[in-house]
């Protein structure tokens, strides 16, 4: 069982930078593949990036790549999301999830976040 929870989001003007986090609980997290994802009002929920558990290996959404980073501190049991240059499409309800296998899409991931709100202003 792992639980996590998201902080980090905020109003942010368009251009802006944020820094999300992820803590999850349970001494097993460096063995969990972690992902974000982000749902936009009246949207599907979407995969923005994902990490494997050991941190060698991560994906990103075409959305966000070269934008957004992905990265993970297994000590602090943390994951993180760096979002630069952040656009107002880039409004959504941001989500960690994890799983023992989990890459790109929402059903690979068993645990999840209750989220965290990232506004972009225009």
């Known amino acids: 069982q792992v639980q996590l929870v998201e902080s980090g989001g905020r109003l942010v003007q368009a251009g802006g930078s944020l820094r999300l986090s992820c803590a999850a609980s349970g001494r097993t997290f460096s063995s969990y593949d972690m992902g974000w994802f982000r749902q936009a009002p009246g949207k599907e929920r979407e995969f923005v990036a994902a990490?494997?558990?050991?941190?060698?290996?991560?994906y990103y959404a075409d959305s966000v790549k070269g934008r957004f980073t992905i990265s993970r501190d297994n000590a602090k049991n943390t994951v993180y999301l760096q979002m630069n240059s952040l656009k107002p499409e880039d409004t959504a309800v941001y989500f960690c999830?994890?799983?023992?296998?989990?890459?790109?899409?929402?059903?690979?991931?068993?645990?999840w976040g209750q989220g965290t709100q990232v506004t972009v202003s225009s």
């Open positions: 999830a994890a799983d023992q296998s989990g890459g790109t899409v929402v059903y690979e991931y068993d645990y």
């Open positions: 990490i494997k558990w050991s941190g060698g290996n991560t």
